[in-house]
């Protein structure tokens, strides 16, 4: 299966999504900063990215502009999950180059739908 990255803040969060997602048989890493994860991105080119928003130091809507302008990360999808729900922060998340987005809490079948499909596009 994939490979996919966390990038969130929330130790919660990250054991919740890895427990699902390893489950499902996918192999999963994680980093608990946008800059931290921005460094596994390069190194690992893992084969998709599940970004927190509302982290310390750079937000998840700067890391996913940073990531999707970057010719060594560009190609790698991004799943925005986050607690930020309004309109506004969809499109501004998908402007930033973000392939999709989801607001917490995220049913588990709607979570994973979004994966295979970002994966096999």
Known sequence: MAHILII???????????????KHGHRVSSAASAEEGIGM?????????????????MNGFQ?????????ETSAIPILIVTTKSMETDRVWGLRQGA???????????????????????
Do not use: H, N, W, Y
């Open 41 to 57: 991105a390069k190194r690992e080119r893992p084969d998709m990215v599940i970004m927190d928003v509302i982290m310390p130091g």
């Open 8 to 22: 969130d803040d929330s130790p919660t969060d990250v054991r919740v999504f890895t427990t699902l997602l390893e």
């Open 63 to 71: 890391a996913t502009r940073t990531l999707s302008r970057d010719t």
């Open 99 to 121: 392939k999709d987005f989801l607001v917490k809490p995220v049913a588990e079948q709607e979570l994973l739908a979004r994966i295979q499909k970002l994966l096999s596009s």
